[in-house]
């Protein structure tokens, strides 16, 4: 159990951790000199075997109220203090606020300085943190009265506090290891050492984990859980990450940094949609307000753009959008903090919803009821994606992609698949995209394909068909092209379209050509099917008789009815002559798993830059992938 202090300045918290523990958080020269807490302390006390707890002790003063909100992090118990002398103070209050939009509902009160206090001072200021904690989590946190000074009621509070880290079940750890880094050292022997508490997953000696926003690798060579030597640490665990890699060095880590395992690697994100609540005793926000938000250990500048309206007013909340000036790390039901840079006084809180988000359509209904059901999510300990699925499935006819979800809800992506097989969805997978679908979605984009390829036909009567990759641009351009011919194929796979080399039709299908364009087509034939691998240019085609532009509507006339393939602008080639070089392709693709275009040339006879032309051709039309000089074969049934 983490138990993190909270309340205002000079109330006592680290006297108070340093008589229940016998440790000083206080560690800076700073703090010894001043006599205040400037960055969180922690202490490990001494616990019966199979019992952990651990104190992060957070600044009080105004000054470095950043810390903490930034201590907060991974604290799952709050133990907030109030000097029976003082009472309720500014710093309490904002403490108290900042706790309640974190999400934190387990705590004690400790009145301090009881030996600074008559029984009805010390009754004056039970009665206000009883009014103080009305209508928040902590409303029933029983009060306990002690004095550091003298010792009394420590020894109470110790026992209850040891009985609750006792109680508390073990963290199950959930998702992908993720670690806020609060402190970075090196240390005499071992090297880098980071510290914080991991809010997920698990990690292990020798595991290779990623620094964001860095972008860079690093093996844990050592840790330390809660103070002490192991070999493993779980979700909750407070842990010191002895870390090693080429890439690595002091200068590239900083405070406010997170370490995570390699799954959670992503670009750079500076778009957070998030469910934004405001405090009751604020001025209303308005769109696009410059803020200053606390998220995991750091805080950032940025602004906060409103989803469902141009203003929140003060106890309301709203989705909402945070935009940063610098990069994050974020999943689904992280916490923030937003605060007025200018007046210095917190605003409200957020949950995180969605790391990646259009640039386009934000406001739109489904997304808004999309990003409505993911706040449902965020809701449930612990996390139970249900609802944002079964809302995604009923309102998103491009379907739900779950790469994304996986990453934003750090889940895995076979648990995701199951569960929107469970809800009666489908899934598609391509090119390391993964969509989910509900069957009435999949039967509406399949009817599209069909309708739009009928209109080519219409449209187009002397085309073959129509190029896979065109028909998906045309028809369902929302879809990543992999998704969209995965449809293609299943339309194939059921006999609703034909296939005819690259090209798709409906069966039954037939181009036509007029009979002038089939009689020159019949003089330019045997030209192009004589010449083999390097046919005549279009304008060498050209006679006294018979212009360029005219050679040229027939070629691509008979290209649309797959008599042709037009390769490059000048060069049009026999079906017959490209499936010989397709069978060429596979042949090498077979003897030497790549084909590379030197091979490929020397097979032909032809010049190297035609080959290459060629093969870009056979790129273009989804036969091969360009895999650097290199192609692999990308659909090895086009051709038959």
């Known amino acids: 159990m983490i138990v993190g202090t909270a309340g205002h300045v000079d109330h006592g918290k680290t006297s108070l951790i340093q008589r229940l523990t016998g440790v000083d958080t206080d560690r800076l020269k700073e703090e010894k000199a001043r006599g205040l807490t400037i960055e969180p302390g922690f202490a490990y006390p001494e616990m019966p075997e199979g019992h952990e707890?651990?104190?992060?002790?957070?600044?009080?003063?105004?000054?470095?109220?950043?810390?903490?909100?930034?201590?907060?992090?991974?604290?799952?118990?709050?133990?907030?203090?109030?000097?029976?002398?003082?009472?309720v103070m500014p710093q309490t209050r904002e403490h108290l606020q900042i706790l309640t939009l974190l999400g934190i509902t387990r705590g004690l009160v400790a009145m301090t300085k009881i030996d600074q206090a008559d029984t009805e001072r010390r009754q004056q200021v039970r009665e206000a943190i009883t009014a103080l904690l009305a209508g928040t989590p902590l409303a029933k946190a029983p009060i306990l009265e002690v004095s550091s000074h003298t010792g009394e009621g420590v020894e109470a509070l110790r026992e209850r506090l040891w009985t609750l880290a006792a109680q508390q079940q073990h963290t199950v750890s959930q998702g992908h290891f993720r670690l806020a880094v609060d402190r970075v050292f090196t240390k005499s022997g071992a090297g880098i050492?980071?510290?914080?508490?991991?809010?997920?997953?698990?990690?292990?000696?020798?595991?290779?984990?990623?620094?964001?926003?860095?972008?860079?690798?690093?093996?844990?060579?050592?840790?330390?859980?809660?103070?002490?030597?192991?070999?493993?640490?779980?979700?909750?665990d407070r842990i010191a990450l002895n870390l090693a890699g080429n890439e690595l060095s002091r200068e590239r880590l900083q405070r406010g940094d997170w370490v995570v395992a390699t799954a959670l690697a992503t670009p750079p994100r500076q778009r957070f949609d998030i469910q934004l609540e405001l405090l009751e005793d604020v001025p209303a926000l308005k769109h696009w307000t410059p803020v200053q938000i606390h998220l995991g250990v750091n805080r950032y500048n940025g602004r906060i753009a409103l989803l469902e309206g141009q203003q929140l007013a003060?106890?309301?909340?709203?989705?909402?959008?945070?935009?940063?000036?610098?990069?994050?790390?974020?999943?689904?039901?992280?916490?923030?903090?937003?605060?007025d840079p200018?007046?210095?006084?917190?605003?409200?809180?957020?949950?995180?919803?969605?790391?990646?988000?259009?640039?386009?359509?934000?406001?739109?209904?489904?997304?808004?009821a999309w990003l409505a059901a993911l706040a449902e999510c965020t809701t449930t300990t612990p996390l139970d994606l249900t609802p944002a699925l079964q809302q995604g499935l009923r309102v998103n006819p491009n379907g739900i992609d779950l790469s994304v979800l996986a990453y934003t809800a750090n889940v895995d992506m076979p648990a995701l698949v199951a569960q929107v097989a469970a809800l009666g969805g489908d899934t598609l997978t391509a090119q390391n995209q993964t969509r989910a679908f509900s069957r009435e979605a999949l039967e509406q984009l399949l009817s599209r394909l069909v309708d739009k390829l009928a209109h080519n036909h219409t449209h187009e009567p002397s085309m073959l068909g129509t190029e896979r990759g065109r028909l998906a641009r045309q028809a369902v351009p929302e879809l990543p092209e992999g998704i969209a011919r995965l449809l293609i194929e299943?339309?194939?796979?059921?006999?609703?379209?034909?296939?005819?080399?690259?090209?798709?039709?409906?069966?039954?299908?037939?181009?036509?050509?007029?009979?002038?364009?089939?009689?020159?087509?019949?003089?330019?034939?045997?030209?192009?099917?004589?010449?083999?691998?390097?046919?005549?240019?279009?304008?060498?085609?050209?006679?006294?008789?018979?212009?360029?532009?005219r050679i040229r509507d027939v070629l691509h006339a008979c290209a649309r009815l797959g008599r042709l393939?037009?390769?490059r602008r000048d060069h049009f080639y026999p079906?017959?002559?490209?499936?010989?070089?397709?069978?060429?392709?596979?042949?090498?693709?077979?003897?030497?798993?790549?084909?590379?275009?030197?091979?490929?040339?020397?097979?032909?006879?032809t010049g190297r830059k035609l080959a290459i032309h060629i093969l870009e051709f056979f790129d273009r039309v989804g036969f091969?992938?360009?895999?650097?000089?290199e192609r692999v074969i990308r659909n090895a049934n086009m051709w038959h």
């Not at 200018?342 to 209904?365: E, K, M």
């Not at 790549?594 to 006879?605: C, D, H, S, V």
């Open 624 to 629: 091969t992938r360009r895999i650097k000089d």
């Open 342 to 368: 200018g007046a210095g006084i917190t605003l409200g809180g957020g949950s995180i919803l969605d790391g990646n988000p259009p640039r386009r359509g934000q406001r739109r209904p489904e997304r808004l």
């Open 53 to 87: 707890l651990g104190f992060i002790d957070v600044p009080g003063h105004v000054r470095f109220l950043h810390h903490m909100v930034a201590g907060s992090a991974g604290v799952d118990t709050v133990l907030l203090v109030v000097a029976a002398d003082d009472g």
């Open 575 to 605: 079906a017959a002559t490209v499936m010989e070089m397709a069978n060429i392709v596979q042949t090498l693709a077979a003897e030497h798993g790549r084909i590379r275009a030197a091979a490929f040339r020397n097979q032909l006879g």
């Open 193 to 236: 050492v980071v510290t914080g508490t991991a809010l997920a997953g698990r990690v292990a000696k020798g595991d290779t984990l990623r620094l964001e926003p860095a972008g860079i690798t690093a093996r844990v060579r050592g840790l330390r859980r809660q103070h002490r030597e192991s070999e493993v640490a779980n979700q909750g």
């Open 565 to 567: 393939y037009q390769v």
């Open 490 to 549: 299943r339309l194939l796979a059921a006999n609703t379209l034909e296939a005819h080399g690259p090209f798709v039709a409906l069966p039954g299908h037939q181009p036509t050509l007029s009979e002038a364009d089939e009689a020159l087509w019949q003089q330019l034939a045997p030209l192009l099917e004589s010449a083999a691998f390097e046919p005549p240019r279009v304008r060498d085609l050209v006679t006294e008789t018979l212009a360029e532009e």
């Open 314 to 339: 003060a106890g309301g909340s709203m989705l909402g959008q945070l935009v940063l000036d610098t990069p994050a790390h974020a999943c689904l039901g992280d916490r923030c903090i937003i605060r």
